[in-house]
């Protein structure tokens, strides 16, 4: 099983490009499973809607607790002794590190031992899509935002460096100018992925 992970702010295109790598390994005959997080069990969906919601009241280590927690359910149900060829993930732990550590200011030592004491496993590629925090926010201006989507332009300018931070420091974490056509950036996608096969 070959693990990919998927991440960006917001307003990336980051789903329309998941959508089309997805319909592209599958017409190479590839079985594939396409994952989100938070979310993707049960338990996890209601996580998802807890942290999401601008009803929830709660503090930054609450929401990283809580996205841990989704994290972990969605391991031990999808990742661990899978069978898939390739599965596909929009965001993982790489997010945790860029809104909880980055934006939100908490450890980056905590995350990390998160990521070790839960035993994530570690992608074998992770593709940031990178833009412009404002020009992100224009693309979904006629989106509901979400309790974390209302963080502010700062947060999220911090987001994206820590991402651009990750892309720098890890081997298997590439990053793609998300300003460019929706084709290119496709064909860019398809070019990390082919290095998998
Ligand atoms: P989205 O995947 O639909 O964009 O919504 C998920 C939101 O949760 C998005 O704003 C990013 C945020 N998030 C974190 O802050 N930390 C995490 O670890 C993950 C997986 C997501």
């Known amino acids: 099983m070959k693990l990919i992970t998927f991440e960006g702010i917001e307003g990336v295109g980051k789903s329309t490009q998941i959508n089309l790598i997805l319909e ?5 005959g590839f079985s594939t499973k396409l994952l989100r997080e938070p979310g ?17 009241n709660i503090s930054a280590h609450t929401e990283l607790l809580l996205m841990f927690a989704a994290r972990s359910e969605m391991i031990s149900e999808h990742l661990i002794n899978s069978t898939c ?18 934006g939100r200011k908490l450890s980056l030592d905590l995350i990390d031992q998160l990521i070790k004491g839960i035993n ?17 926010f224009k693309r979904k201006a006629n989106d509901v935002i979400d309790r974390i989507e209302s963080s502010g332009i700062d947060f999220f300018e911090n987001v994206r460096n820590g991402y651009k931070e990750l892309a720098n420091a890890r081997a298997e974490v590439e ?23």
């Open 40 to 56: 993707s069990t049960d338990f996890g969906e209601k996580i998802r809607e807890l942290l999401l919601s601008k009803e929830s």
């Open 24 to 28: 592209w390994l599958k017409t190479k």
């Open 120 to 136: 994530c496993p570690t992608p074998d590629l992770t593709i940031i899509y990178d833009l412009d925090v404002k020009t992100g």
């Open 175 to 197: 990053i793609l100018d998300a300003s460019q056509p929706v084709e290119l950036i496709s064909q860019q996608t398809k070019n990390l992925v082919e290095r998998l096969f």
């Open 85 to 102: 060829d390739f599965i596909l993930c929009d965001r993982y732990y790489h997010a945790s590190i860029a809104y909880q550590g980055y």
